[in-house]
């Protein structure tokens, strides 16, 4: 059985390999996405990040803000069960929702965005996949320790 810290990272490993194997031409402004994505959650709350990347989405459903917003949703949603339905109500629930669920929401958020973002700068920018670099988490490139950035 994994450690909820490990299953994040698990996810986040895999997604970020996904982009870099599904969408490569994207791959360079979806890590540039998730790099503002903390600051941006802290500063506007997770509904108006969310609602950002969608707006700038502009209704394509395909672009690299959408595979941010996606990711972020189908953790919330899907993994951690925070909220029932499909991943395009995830806006309608935060705004209609209990206010503790949606501070507990934001905060998986937060802690599945560290591990994307490490995952981002170590991969993306590189513009390799992970799966070149091994079968571990992490790769064979170091990149620091595990602490929380």
């Known amino acids: 059985m994994r450690t909820l810290e490990q299953e994040r990272a698990l996810f986040a490993w895999e997604r970020v390999n996904s982009v870099c194997k599904d969408h490569p031409n994207d791959a360079k ?4 996405n998730i790099r503002k994505m903390p600051t941006m959650v802290l500063t506007n709350g ?5 609602a950002f990347l969608l707006q ?4 394509r459903r395909s672009g690299p803000e959408y595979i941010v917003y996606d990711m972020i949703a189908e953790w919330v949603v899907d993994k951690r069960k925070l ?6 109500d995830l806006m309608n629930q935060l705004i209609q929702g209990d206010r503790y ?17 490490k995952f981002a700068d170590a991969y993306i920018g590189a513009g390799e996949g992970l799966e070149e670099k091994g079968s571990d988490v992490g790769g064979g490139r170091p990149h620091g320790g595990e602490g929380r950035s």
Request: proline share 3%.
């Open 29 to 32: 402004d979806v890590a540039m």
């Open 101 to 117: 669920l949606y501070r507990q929401a934001q905060e998986e958020t937060w802690a599945m965005l560290a591990w994307l973002k």
């Open 46 to 50: 997770l509904g108006q990040t969310l």
């Open 56 to 59: 700038k989405d502009e209704g």
């Open 83 to 88: 909220y029932a339905g499909p991943r395009a």
